[in-house]
């Protein structure tokens, strides 16, 4: 559940020994399974794809809905599933 009570639908992947997370967003009328050939390719990353509102199991984004408003919602999956912080895996070579 979101600050304002949305229900935040996601995909999570977690493979044994897989590190760091990678949030996942998919684009607009899509889904998570825009994804799915990353997700099976790339084991070594944890996985969190959200469902954006109005998509999914997710609630119903609203009459205005906000890219913003997405990107908190994704920061609060991210806080259920136990991400802590930001990581730049371009400075990291990865």
């Known amino acids: ?13 977690n493979e044994p020994g897989a590190s760091p997370p990678l949030l996942a967003l998919h684009g607009v009328l899509v889904g998570t399974s825009n994804w799915v050939h ?3 390719r790339l084991p070594r990353y944890r996985w ?3 469902y954006f ?3 999914g199991g997710s609630s119903p984004a609203g009459e205005h809905p906000e890219i913003e ?7 609060d999956v991210g806080g259920v599933v136990g991400v802590d912080g930001e ?3 371009l400075e990291d070579g990865v």
């Open 1 to 13: 559940m979101t600050e304002d009570g949305a229900r935040i639908a996601y995909e999570y992947r």
């Open 87 to 89: 990581k730049d895996l």
């Open 38 to 40: 990353q997700l099976l």
């Open 69 to 75: 408003q997405a990107a908190e919602d994704g920061e």
């Open 48 to 50: 969190i794809a959200p």
């Open 53 to 55: 509102r109005g998509h």
